[in-house]
Structure formats: C-alpha cells, structure tokens
C-alpha cells in the first residue's frame, strides 16, 4: 500500500496537485474494494484523477498560494492546481445578467434609482469590483478560487477566448500557469495564464448557479420581481440600452 501511495502521490504532484496523502490512500483503498483488488498503476492514476476532479479541494488539499498574495503587488510563478468555486461576469450589470435567466430583458432608462441599484455590492470586501457591475464592452469573469486553504479571487484581466462562462462548473479545477500579476489578493488573469481541468463539486453546483449568485449579489431571491421596469423577450432588441463604462 505504501509503494502505491507513494507512486499516485508523485503521479499527482507532476500535474501540480498537491493533495492530503490520507485521502490517496482512502480513494486507493475504496477502488480496491470496489474492483476487489489493485488494478495496474496507470489505471488507478486514472481513478485518482478523476477522483480530484469531483473533490472539494476544501476538504482533501495542502494549500500551495504564498501568503504575500495579499500584499499589494505580487508575480506568482509556477503552476497551481485550484478549484473554482464560482464565476460571475462583472462586465455585465447583475441585473441584467438575473433577468435574462427569468427570460426577460432590462430596459435602462438611465433613471437615478438604476444607478444607484447598480452600486451595491454582495459586501464590502468587494468594493473594488462594485464598480463594474455596470455594463462594459465585453465579459469580464470574476472567479472565487481556492487552492483548499485560503481563497483569493481571480479575474479576467484580458478575455479568455477559448473557454465561455458556463465552463466554470462551481467546483471546477483549473491550473494557474505563472507568471501571473496580482494585486491585493486579486489574480489577473489572462489568456495563457489559466487552463480548465474539468470537474466539479456536488454540494456547489446548486448554492453556486449563476442565478444563486445574482440573488446573493442584488439581495433579492429567485421569486421576487425586482423592478418593474422589465419586458419579455422579443426579437425587437433595438430599444434595448447599456450602460457601457470604461475598463481601468
């Protein structure tokens, strides 16, 4: 048993996981059990992976972030496999982005009581990024990441072009590949600095939804019509204003 946790520990620590050496051996004793012996070492790399994928890396992972991530400005260098817990577009008003998983869509008038809806934030610690929750050119994601002992946020600094919003399962692994910027505990990310693994988290993928997260945001639950100032969907979208801020 000894020699096998050893050789899924080192197998996993190539791929920049570094996990509790207790759970290798919990997942190697529970594929034994369920296949009534020790399949061969690539097999069970194979079972030990996607096994990650679906974990809380809450419960099974070493923290690996440096502490001096939340002191002022940062290079992070190297790799580090993380879990997503969330990801919300700020680029997009909160509310827009709620009403259009009701199926309806804003109409922005401009009025003073919008604007101010628009500036709260889900707390304070998010201050600095209430701001853009106004309409701006393009997606901009904000991800809750946690390498299992602390938790940062990351944010989509330059567009990741290959990967969409709805690729970021609550859960999800991702690998951060340095050099990377950060500034006061927030990671910018661009392009080449972030690659998605895949996976998930059961007990995320409800209190984590978009629409769970909107709510969270604007204060508000799923059944209560936030403002009035809504219509259907229709293929008339040419009345339809955003607000468009400039990204600093």
């Not at 097999?43 to 992972?61: C, G, K, N, T």
């Amino acid at each position: 048993m000894e020699s096998y946790t050893a050789s899924c520990y080192e197998f996993l620590l190539n791929k920049s996981i570094i996990v509790q050496k207790i759970w290798i051996e919990a997942c190697i004793e529970w594929v034994q059990e369920e296949q009534k012996k020790l399949p061969l070492k690539h097999e069970l790399f194979s079972i030990l992976y996607e096994q990650w994928l679906m974990a809380d890396l809450r419960e099974v992972a070493e923290g690996v972030l440096p502490s001096s991530l939340n002191k002022g400005t940062h290079t992070l260098n190297g790799l580090f496999a993380l879990q997503v817990n969330s990801a919300v577009d700020i680029g997009h008003s909160a509310y827009s982005q709620l009403q259009k998983t009701k199926g309806q869509e804003i109409i922005d008038t401009g009025n003073e009581d919008i604007n101010e809806f628009f500036s709260k934030g889900a707390n304070d610690k998010a201050s600095i990024i209430d701001t853009k929750w106004k309409e701006v050119s393009s997606r901009m994601l904000l991800l809750d990441i946690t390498d299992g002992s602390s938790t940062v946020e990351a944010i989509e600094y330059q567009p990741f072009k290959e990967i969409n919003q709805d690729s970021f399962q609550p859960g999800c692994k991702v690998l951060i590949k340095g050099p990377v910027q950060c500034r006061n505990n927030l990671i910018l990310l661009k392009q080449e600095n972030i690659q998605l693994l895949g996976g998930n988290v059961e007990s995320l993928l409800e209190s984590n939804t978009i629409e769970n997260l909107l709510c969270k945001v604007l204060k508000t639950d799923h059944d209560t019509d936030i403002k009035p100032n809504v219509r259907s969907e229709s293929n008339n979208k040419g009345d339809i204003k955003k607000e468009t801020n400039e990204k600093v």
